[in-house]
């Protein structure tokens, strides 16, 4: 989901995907989300002998300060170079993600088309070297989840998911997708993306996972609030193919929404937004832009319900205004009926407020 509207962008769109290791093809090649525009410079690289395993050698991860024409550019010189192509971003900042295996080709290549940043490169074969968990038998199913915040992690780990932090400003790579899978120790793995631009990169990290003899399925989910419903139907006793079934229904039938506060001026599908304006986004979408986080979460709460809905879950970032929990149930006790709220912290490194109704 578009978490910096400032920064360009709609979500992709579609149905939630139902197969194996599969996701969507329409991954949205804008609004990745709150990527900062500062970092190191540094690169970061892990390389040992050659590769000989099945696919490119590199992963290669950059943000990108560039404009939309050198971007295109780009897209398609990256192509030809490797695989599992992600960009997204928008607004003149960008978040890229390949396989290749020639690393200093697709970083030469963010270099004529910007400023790249943050620039991380993972050899597959350091992550292959690695030896498996010795430590007991494999547990039967394991649920892998990206969450971005403390406390969502917490509530995650306590429903028994393994976690993998979504850090702001870096989306985790397939490489560590898949060291959290082999982490994992299990037969079968459900994963959790829990945002769009990673539909792809946990694709990736599925088919890598098929070497160590895993079975993973893919859960195309775009917010943690999706994921949350998806894990409150897991089922373990359940047949693999049904138990993905049923955790894909409960994330496809939640709708979310989100708040997040504007870094800089930038044009939305509902007018131009300033500096510190608060954003209220439906399903990655811009619907409101307003000042006050309770009169925004109201609307957006408004919006949401009008189209039906037994449960609303409210998850509150570390700079939530402490009385909004408060006031958003009083809000839906008033006006819809029949309607339970749920409330969890989100913590440090969580988006402003996420709303899921299901």
Do not use: K
Request: one cysteine or more; charged letters at 25%; hydrophobic letters at 45%.
């Amino acid at each position: 989901a578009a978490r910096d509207v400032a920064r360009g962008g709609d979500a992709a769109r579609g149905d939630v995907a139902r197969g194996d290791d599969e996701a969507p093809r329409d991954v949205a090649r804008r609004g990745s989300g709150d990527v900062a525009r500062r970092g190191s410079g540094n690169v970061a690289c892990r390389d040992t002998e050659e590769w000989d395993g099945s696919g490119p050698g590199y992963e290669v991860i950059y943000l990108l300060d560039a404009g939309d024409e050198a971007v295109a550019r780009l897209r398609a010189r990256l192509d030809a170079l490797g695989e599992s192509l992600v960009v997204v971003g928008g607004d003149g900042l960008w978040h890229v993600h390949v396989h290749v295996d020639d690393a200093g080709a697709a970083v030469e290549a963010g270099i004529e088309a910007g400023r790249p940043h943050r620039v991380r490169i993972t050899h597959f074969a350091s992550d292959a070297a690695r030896p498996a968990p010795a430590s007991g038998e494999r547990v039967p199913r394991a649920i892998v989840a990206v969450v971005p915040g403390e406390g969502l992690a917490e509530l995650y780990a306590g429903a028994g998911a393994a976690t993998v932090p979504a850090r702001p400003g870096e989306l985790p790579g397939s490489g560590e997708l898949a060291e959290a899978v082999r982490r994992a120790h299990a037969h079968e793995v459900v994963l959790l993306p829990n945002d769009a631009a990673l539909h792809h990169t946990a694709a990736a990290a599925a088919r890598d996972a098929r070497h160590l003899g895993v079975r993973v399925a893919v859960i195309p989910t775009r917010s943690a609030v999706q994921g949350v419903a998806a894990l409150a139907v897991h089922e373990a006793e359940r047949r693999f193919d049904e138990d993905v079934v049923a955790m894909t229904s409960a994330a496809g039938a939640t709708r979310y929404a989100e708040l997040a506060v504007a870094e800089h001026r930038s044009w939305t599908s509902v007018g131009i937004c300033q500096a510190g304006d608060v954003l209220g986004l439906i399903d990655g979408d811009v619907v409101v832009i307003g000042q006050d986080v309770a009169a925004i979460a109201r609307t957006v709460l408004d919006r949401m319900l009008a189209a039906g809905g037994e449960m609303v879950t409210l998850v509150l970032g570390e700079d939530c205004p402490e009385t909004l929990a408060d006031d958003l149930e009083r809000h839906v006790r008033a006006h819809h009926l029949a309607v339970d709220t749920v409330v969890y912290q989100g913590g440090r490194d969580a988006a402003l407020l996420l709303v899921g109704v299901e």
